[in-house]
């Protein structure tokens, strides 16, 4: 599978002997070495996030990965994550003293969201809140009252005497027996004749000559066919099912779980079994195929933890036969994970470009039609995230990340990271957007690196935030070695961009951005003193909206504008720079 992240793993190793603190912003995993329960409970201190001197603390986006090869975690046992002793107001998973947490997967997930805030996953286990207290002891149970005393036993009657026996009569005489009489003298048998003399055998004939042979007779006619033995074993999965066009959804659910013999013949009956046995953190393995769904896709508290793995050349469409629905929609306290094995660069157009069931694909693709949005982020959510990887997302018109659900009825925290993607927007509308939506969740964590953005709308919005003003809301977009290339040649008489928000007083501070080596370009052209910036603000002047850059961006254009946005490090943002078109993706 294709990596194109610049991390590398520094590994803690823990024993459990004691507890651990975490002094260094650069740690990546901590893998438990221990074989067996120490008798108590160590802590983890989390590193440090609210130091004056940024590098010393532990930044968002990047995830601190418990492992616990040897299981102590999948037992009874539990860590005690504590935040860092020079931290104040920190809150993990919605708790301001530390969390017990123990793992079902053997992993933990351990991310800061910014703003003092970490979540604590198992990506196997759906985060419902702290754990469970003990269970009370039972009281202890009232005596039995005693058996009362068995009555005495009446005595039997006695029996009534026997009446006595009648006298026997006496037996009659035998009368006596007659005389024998005599038996007959036996008369004399008579003398046998002598036996004549036995003739001579005569001489033996000679053998007569062997007659010809007769005709072969006709074949007898062929017997019935024995009955067909039963089928071989086949391998079960304990957590996979298997999706191919060759499959059949009906004979998929009725066979047994994971039969990679039996596959599903679409992702969506695929999706629809797990929600239907309510079964969590299974992976499910789409063959090579074009692959024409015709229904919304659904992914919520159900069938959460999923992962959709594309293998080889898989294209994911919806079926142009049918009326547009969204295509996924992910819904309610969940995360899903969407991994390709390589890119499929060779869509151009999404419409006429579509190959035939059975084409020959490179990579993994998903692709809409005119109307229908690719992924729809709603309803009422603690926590739901959402990753993209390898894979090329390719819309003719309508937005690919929407978001619907305002945070007054629940949208308390979304995640959406998006790596190594070939993101096509053709769409020329002027609300065709990458990522857009009309409500936004509360706390919002963008994490977006080393993809390639196409964005064909007269708009050149590709990110727009505009709609995001609520107060209160709490919005972090990262972004790294990305490419932005707005194609649209119309001419701007008021500000815009690439990436265009609207924040008001009330969320001071709400926007903290973190950026490393984007690229950044546009065709447009401007009158009226009008500028096209990377990162464009419309909202109140008097407010600022942070950016952390930590590594050079370079625009064709405009950078952002200053006020209300502020950068608050030393690296410079390179504007109006002279640079060339990036009209032919090679990954940025």
């Not at 990965?65 to 040897?70: L, M």
């Not at 959510?381 to 690919?400: D, G, M, Y």
């Not at 909206?545 to 502020?566: G, M, Q």
């Amino acid at each position: 599978m294709s990596n194109f992240s610049h991390y590398a793993l520094n590994n803690i190793d823990w024993d459990l002997s004691s507890d651990l603190q975490i002094n260094e912003p650069f740690i990546n995993c901590i893998t438990i070495t221990a074989t067996q329960s120490p008798g108590v409970v160590r802590k983890l201190f989390l590193p440090q996030v609210t130091a004056a001197i940024t590098s010393n603390n532990f930044m968002h986006g990047p995830t601190i990965v418990v492992r616990d090869p040897n299981g102590l975690l999948v037992s009874s046992y539990s860590i005690d994550v504590q935040p860092n002793s020079a931290d104040t107001n920190i809150v993990i998973n919605n708790s301001d003293s530390g969390v017990l947490v123990g793992s079902k997967s053997g992993i933990l997930n351990i991310q800061y969201t910014g703003f003092n805030f970490f979540t604590v996953i198992d990506p196997a286990i759906l985060p419902t809140g702290g754990p469970q207290g003990a269970t009370g002891a039972q009281g202890t149970a009232g005596s039995q009252g005693a058996v009362g005393a068995q009555g005495d036993k009446g005595a039997t009657g006695s029996q009534g005497t026997a009446g006595s026996q009648g006298a026997v009569g006496s037996q009659g005489a035998t009368g006596s027996q007659g005389t024998a009489g005599a038996q007959g003298a036996t008369g004399s048998q008579g003398t046998a004749g002598a036996q004549g003399a036995t003739g001579s055998q005569g001489t033996t004939g000679q053998q007569g000559t062997a007659g010809a042979q007769g005709a072969v007779g006709a074949q007898g006619a062929v017997g019935s066919q024995g009955a067909q033995g039963s089928t071989g074993p086949s391998k079960i999965y304990t957590q996979i099912i298997w999706v191919d066009p060759s499959g059949n959804d009906t004979a998929a659910v009725a066979a047994p779980q994971g039969d990679m013999i039996v596959p599903f013949a679409t992702l969506a009956g695929a999706l629809d079994y797990l929600r239907s046995g309510i079964k969590l953190g299974w992976t499910i393995e789409v063959q090579a195929g074009t692959y024409l769904e015709d229904k919304t896709m659904f992914i919520d508290e159900k069938n959460s933890g999923v992962c959709i793995h594309l293998s080889g050349g898989v294209s994911i469409q919806f079926n142009p036969e049918v009326s547009s629905k969204i295509l996924f929609q992910i819904k309610d306290n969940c995360t899903c994970t969407f991994v390709g094995d390589e890119i499929d660069a060779s869509y151009t157009n999404s419409t006429s470009g579509r190959l035939p069931t059975g084409g020959n694909l490179s990579g993994a693709s998903i692709i809409t039609d005119s109307s229908q949005v690719m992924f729809a982020m709603n309803g009422e959510s603690s926590i739901q995230q959402v990753s993209v990887s390898n894979i090329a997302l390719i819309s003719p018109s309508a937005t690919i990340f929407s978001y619907s659900s305002p945070s007054d009825i629940g949208f308390k925290q979304h995640t959406l990271n998006v790596t190594n993607c070939y993101i096509k927007q053709e769409g020329t509308n002027i609300n065709s957007h990458i990522i857009s939506g009309s409500t936004e969740p509360q706390n919002t964590s963008i994490n977006i690196r080393d993809c390639y953005h196409f964005n064909n709308s007269t708009s050149g919005i590709s990110y727009n935030f505009n709609q995001w003003n609520s107060t209160g809301l709490f919005l972090s977009l990262r972004l790294k070695n990305n490419i932005f290339y707005a194609t649209t040649t119309s001419e701007f008489a008021s500000n815009t961009g690439h990436i265009v928000t609207n924040a008001v007083s009330e969320q001071k501070g709400a926007f903290d951005w973190y950026w490393q080596g984007n690229t950044f370009y546009c065709s447009c052209t401007v009158i009226n003193r009008a500028r096209y910036f990377a990162w464009y603000d419309a909202g109140d002047t008097s407010i600022s909206c942070r950016l952390n850059n930590t590594t050079p961006s370079i625009s064709n254009w405009y950078t952002f504008n200053s006020p209300p946005i502020a950068n608050i490090t030393e690296v410079s943002m390179y504007g109006t720079q002279k640079i060339l078109a990036p009209s032919r993706w090679n990954r940025s």
